[in-house]
């Protein structure tokens, strides 16, 4: 029992799902020793991997959509631990466990706890810490727009038709990026900073990434004179239509100028500012990933 010991850290809001409750039992009655926790207010994850730790628990497990597993990520991270982390999606995106290959069902998902973990790298800006993508301009605006209930009802489809309502509000901003041996700048409508490979739902902005290179894949839209055909291959996800219109590098840093304070939003966590440096942490974190998971090198 001694090495079969893990705590689930879950989000609120699936605290009576019963396919959740199911898979926690069916663990407990395969020997592990699996504790509950759950979050109710922002900095309850946090909060709750310190206690994890501090009481000597060597594996925990995030359940919840992709900022409850970047929070529990960051924390566990800036703990200093070598502690590890099973990821247990039930969010409407799941961004980075689709990329991953994580199974989107409780139960298969804590199978990952007889996986032995491996380290990966995280992204860091102005001080937070990210698992997956940071994404800023017009992409970020559809995730943070996009109502619980539409995502609800009709997943990633909700936010397709929340860009598509919002198509008047489109504008480019100016910015200038740089990085080791790297240099551009114009107007932009997109950009994304990669650790993994797609964010808003399954829009592959860095279709390439990997976790464990110690390297971001960075993604430039430039704003283009074809900006319906633009949008709307930035919509549908179309990976190859996305490579085809934009300005792409893999960097360990990469720093950011823009004329206006750009909406960043980390795996659901919003950041404005003018100014921006991101960078690599590599092996920054210990997670459970399923075998050939197509993020690891």
């Known amino acids: 029992m001694e090495g079969r010991k893990a705590l689930l850290i879950l989000h609120g809001k699936q605290a009576a799902n019963d396919e959740v409750r199911a898979a926690v039992e069916a663990h407990r009655d395969a020997g592990w020793d699996l504790a509950v926790r759950v979050t109710w207010e922002g900095g309850d994850a946090a909060r709750l991997v310190g206690e994890a730790l501090a009481a000597g628990y060597r594996t925990l497990v995030a359940g919840g959509g992709d900022g409850t597993l970047r929070e529990v990520a960051e924390a566990l991270a800036l703990a200093n631990s070598d502690a590890s982390l099973v990821l247990m999606p039930l969010g409407t995106a799941n961004d980075f466990a689709t990329a991953a290959g994580i199974p989107v069902t409780p139960l298969e998902s804590l199978a990952l706890l007889d996986i032995e973990p491996v380290p990966v790298d995280l992204g860091a800006v102005d001080g937070q810490l990210f698992l997956n993508m940071a994404t800023g301009g017009f992409g970020s605006k ?32 100016f910015g200038r990026f740089k990085g080791p041996g790297f240099s551009w700048e114009g107007e932009f409508l997109a950009l994304g900073i990669g650790n993994g490979r797609q964010a808003g739902g399954g829009h592959a902005l860095c279709p390439k990434a990997l976790i464990n290179d110690g390297l971001l894949d960075v993604c430039i839209v430039p704003a283009p004179q074809d900006m319906v055909g633009t949008l709307g291959t930035l919509l549908s996800g179309g990976m190859r239509g996305v490579e085809a219109v934009s300005v792409s590098a ?12 750009l909406d960043i939003n980390l795996d659901g966590e919003p950041l404005k ?14 997670v459970h990933l399923p075998k050939g998971s197509a993020l690891i090198a």
């Open 273 to 286: 500012n003018r100014c921006l440096r991101f960078e690599a942490r590599p092996a920054a974190l210990r």
């Open 250 to 261: 893999r960097l360990p840093w990469l720093e950011v100028e823009a004329d206006e304070r």
């Open 142 to 173: 559809i995730t943070a727009n996009t109502p619980e209930e539409l995502k609800k009802l009709l997943g990633s489809v909700a936010y397709l038709l929340t860009g598509l309502s919002r198509f008047a509000e489109v504008h480019s901003a």
